[in-house]
């Protein structure tokens, strides 16, 4: 039962340079959330989607793009990276069903991200 | 806007003590709140959540919290704590109607043996 796979584990970029990162979830969930945490900082909501088709900013949406591919994919793309995006990146996932949303979000792995 | 604050940046108790980490909160209309916890290298766990009704609520792993409407507080608790419980623990909250969570900025717990 895989449940959310992020990918890449891990990644080494240049500033300027563009990556797109992966999650997947097997689910059936209608929402996705893309995260990135910072020391002391917690988790700050980059973009979710809530349900296939629609996407949405978050807190720290600045220097990142988003695809929600199907209801199973969403994706993460920083165009040209810089070191203040050096984080790690968490992907999560949720069912929402009508007004009492169970909302419990399952948390990919992470992906390690450091821009020189 | 909803916020979550988790006054204790570190908590630090003694195998088989209680297990305290605190978390204020707060929000426009009624509150969701979540505990997740995280194990070094992998991602958030869900341990428990307070949607409605009784104001204690029991989790995974033996934890439980308590909801305070009045102190707008969701303590997260384990009567015997475990060295294996040492861990990053966020508190978060979620306006009713709204897809987001508010995490906090978390705290390092460790047990010693």
Redesign the interface.
Known sequence: NAGVTQTPKFQVLKTGQSMTLQCAQDMNHNSMYWYRQDPGMGLRLIYYSASEGTTDKGEVPNGYNVSRLNKREFSLRLESAAPSQTSVYFCASSEWKGTLAKNIQYFGAGTRLSVL | AQS?AQPE?QVNVAEGNPLTVKCTYSVSGNP?L?W?VQYP??????LL?Y?TGDNLVKGSYGFEAEFNKSQTSFHLKKPSALVSDSALY?CAV?E??D????????TTVTVRA
Do not use: E, M, P, T
């Not at chain 2, 290298?41 to 869900?46: D, T, V």
């Not at chain 2, 987001?100 to 900025?105: V, Y």
């Open positions: 979550v940046d969701y979540f997740y290298n992998r991602g958030l766990q869900f959540k949607i966020f979620r009713v109607g897809y987001k969570l508010s995490f906090g900025a978390g």
